[in-house]
């Protein structure tokens, strides 16, 4: 198991930032796929910013140019910089990283935490 733990969510007005943080116990993040996606009420969860292996960054259409995922190893923690949130963005965000190798990975969750956008 690889614990992941999330914090950051809110209640913030449409055009605010928030920045969500997501800490793991150990050094899961410096190498391995990881990723922030989200689940609006009825709708399926979507990614909205991961970093591969080799640290290459890609965000959702949707997100690019206002949302940053980042790493700070020396805190195993990765956050998502939120700027300019839209009404749309409200959902439960959460956190992943995948271990093991292609092709045979394992999924690790955060718990998930809210964000809220008002318009």
């Known amino acids: 198991q690889v614990p992941l733990v999330e914090s950051g969510g809110g209640l913030v007005q449409a055009g605010g930032s928030l920045r969500l943080s997501c800490a793991a116990s150990?050094?899961?993040?410096?190498?391995?796929?990881l990723g922030w996606y989200r689940q609006a009420p009825g709708k399926q969860r979507e990614s909205v910013a991961t970093?591969?292996?080799?640290?290459?960054?890609y965000y959702a259409d949707s997100v690019q140019g206002r949302f940053t995922n980042s790493i700070d190893n020396a805190k195993n923690t990765v956050y998502l910089q939120m700027n300019s949130l839209k009404p749309e963005a409200t959902a439960v965000y959460s956190c992943?990283?995948?271990?093991?190798?292609?092709?045979?990975?394992?999924?690790?969750w955060g718990q998930g935490t809210q964000v809220t956008v008002s318009s």
């Open positions: 992943n990283v995948k271990l093991g190798r292609p092709g045979s990975w394992r999924d690790y």
């Open positions: 150990g050094s899961v993040f410096s190498t391995n796929p």
């Open positions: 970093i591969t292996s080799g640290g290459s960054k």
